[in-house]
């Protein structure tokens, strides 16, 4: 072979992967959009990263993931969804008011929701089975298991005899919940009252409230501005020395005494799932809304020791977790 054939050769074989990559698709973009903080509850992404994986796809191999948190700031979300639109991400994953921020956003690119409220009802999608448009998702038992919260208060503080209920008006389910608690209390035996929160300026107001009542105990409502606040809420309740049940696990482990609800983790895997199966090709329009079924009782110990609660152990059987 002669010298300059072999030059020739070598220059052309060095060139090939370059080349490869060149003809290489470029990794198709995920846009997260939260309500969170970045560094809050890191074991959801984990979950969501979880459901792509099991769905064919890993983050920064085959997929990448920009991440938008509102850290409980709801009026940056259309912005942030406007964002992601203009950068023509191939799908949306996103929670709670997130979602209708997405929606508000685009009409084609598809979203795949994860949400503590029935989607049809709030107007997400036509139907469970047949979603319609460009949203499918999951849903969360939250508003469904409201009156379970109240009979395991009443369980857990036998001698209260009238209960307070925390609600943001401005939730979609606010009155169903309103009116779900009154039934339940009513059938219990049980008195409701009813405070309302929409702001961190109202949590001083409503506990301020709670003290002149003297109520026994408190229920805090389905919200997602609660959700993002639940260690916020905790120190308040363990604060004010006021037994209270939330829906979400983070509230619990931040010192609130029991939370009920269903499992967050489990949602944020079945949106990972969706998104990954959506980026195979599949549309949103031909998934069915799915319903995490899970439930999770969580009892924190140390906490109804310090506020004088003395948990069944009929009730501590019943738990999924319990803190000491």
Known sequence: MRRREFITLISGAAAWPLAVRAQQPAMPVIGFLNTRASDQDTY??????????????VEGQNVTVEYRFAGGRNDRLPGMAADLVRQQVAVIAANGPAVVAAKAATTSIPIVFSVGLDPVASGLVTSLNRPGGNLTGDTILFDEVGPKRLELMRELVPKASVIAVLINPAYP??????QNMQAAAH???LEIRILNASTERDFDTAFATLVQMRVGALLIGNDSFFNSRSEQLAAMTVRHAVPT?????????AGGLVSYGGSIKASYRQVGVYTGRILKGEKPADLPVQQTTKVELIVNLKTAKALGVTVPLSLLGRADEVIE
């Open 173 to 178: 389910t606010a009155e169903t919940q309103s």
């Open 187 to 189: 059938t219990l035996g």
């Open 245 to 253: 049940i939330f829906q979400t696990r983070e509230f619990a482990m």
């Open 44 to 57: 959801l992404l984990a979950a969501f990263r979880l459901g792509l994986k099991e769905a064919g796809f």
